[in-house]
């Protein structure tokens, strides 16, 4: 199976901070990754497919970038409602993978 | 409104066998892909596996040997059965739509706890 590392695992920063969440696979994946939210109590929700994508009614702060093995889902400016945990997934092969998940809290 | 529903006991004895039924709102199950995924209390996000409309599946193998789906079109509904449960099977349970590889559509998931 595909391992997706996230790094870091969790991280503290303040509204209107640039943040940067990596996700690194183990072998290769081309564009096959995705990125979810989520919140306590709560499902995940798509945020970014195809590994850049935005999903429809997404805020446009949110950005994904990467191919291969390494991915990057960055926050431009970050708002209140963005603290959560986040994970990344791969749809190269099967079984689909997700990574450990990165806690974003507040400063 | 497209809307996911997992539905089933909240808690099972070990040994024995968890059952849930996802049942699709506002749309029609077929011509999709549909998977179940879990995440224990406090962990990350497992997937399980996955049925297609007619039927076909795929199994994480971690999980294969006591897994099982169904479907059924004329209900909008699918499920999932696992057998010989044990403390590491509780977990919340979710049920979603497998579009090109992600998950677009989520169920609300349901917390099934393995105790005596």
């Known amino acids: 199976a595909i391992q997706l590392t996230q790094s870091p695992s969790s991280l503290s920063a303040s509204v209107g901070d640039r943040v940067t969440i990596t996700c690194r696979a183990s072998q290769g994946i081309s564009s096959d990754l995705a990125w979810y939210q989520q919140k306590v109590g709560r499902a995940p929700k798509l945020l970014i497919f195809?590994?850049?994508s935005l999903e429809n009614g997404v805020p446009s702060r949110f950005s994904g970038s990467g191919s291969g093995t390494d991915f990057t889902l960055t926050i431009s400016s970050l708002q209140p409602d963005d603290f959560a945990t986040y994970y990344c997934q791969q749809f190269k092969s099967y079984p689909l993978t997700f990574g450990g998940g990165t806690k974003v809290d507040i400063k | 409104q497209v809307q996911l529903q997992e539905t089933g006991p909240g808690l099972v004895k070990p040994s024995e066998t968890l059952s849930l039924t996802c049942t699709l709102s506002g749309g029609s199950i077929s011509g999709y892909y549909w998977s179940w995924l879990r995440q224990p209390p406090g962990k990350g996000l497992e997937w399980i596996g996955y049925i297609s409309f007619s039927g076909s599946t795929d199994y994480n193998p971690s999980l294969k040997s006591r897994v099982s789906f169904s479907v059924d079109t004329s209900k909008n509904q699918f499920s999932l059965k696992l057998s010989s449960v044990t403390a590491a099977d509780t977990a919340v349970y979710y049920c979603?739509?497998?579009?090109?590889?992600?998950?677009?559509?989520w169920g609300r998931g349901t917390l099934v706890t393995v105790s005596s």
């Open positions: 195809d590994a850049s």
């Open positions: 979603a739509n497998q579009g090109g590889g992600s998950f677009d559509l």
